[in-house]
């Protein structure tokens, strides 16, 4: 499984950004996946920031982005997007999406790195203030 993360760049505080990750070589199962999206400052540990559930679409969000961020999923194209508004310096990171896949991981390490098993290359956020 593939991943590949896109839309990062540079914007102005309290402006909106839109991150795509494409999943490929999921062989028609990225339905059955739990997707999330991580993010590292520089000097910092990477934290996690939604996820996405296969079932239901159930979301899940970090404190921090909570009313600012949307994660969402299209099954049919294999892709998982964050809508980001309101971006506010303390954002700036590399943005990372990641999989879960069969046999997934139990709920409560939806927020944990150890509970995702692909990983895309990152797309750096830059907010200026």
């Known amino acids: 499984v593939q991943l590949q993360a896109s839309g990062g760049g540079l914007v102005q505080d309290g402006g909106s950004l839109r991150l795509s990750c494409t999943t490929s070589?999921?062989?028609?199962?990225?339905?059955?996946?739990?997707m999330g999206w991580f993010r590292q400052a520089p000097g910092k540990e990477r934290e996690f920031v939604a996820t996405?559930?296969?079932?239901?679409?159930?979301?899940y969000y970090a404190d921090s982005v909570k009313g600012r961020f949307t994660i969402s999923r299209d099954n049919a194209k294999n892709m998982v997007y964050l809508q980001m508004n309101s971006l506010n310096p303390e954002d700036t990171a590399v943005y990372y999406c990641?999989?879960?896949?069969?046999?997934?991981?139990?709920?409560?390490?939806?927020?944990?790195?150890?509970?995702?098993?692909?990983w895309g290359q990152g797309t750096q956020v830059t907010v200026s203030s």
């Open positions: 990641a999989a879960d896949v069969p046999p997934l991981s139990i709920l409560s390490s939806k927020e944990s790195i150890s509970g995702y098993d692909y």
């Open positions: 070589g999921s062989g028609g199962a990225f339905n059955r996946y739990n």
């Open positions: 996405i559930r296969y079932s239901g679409g159930r979301t």
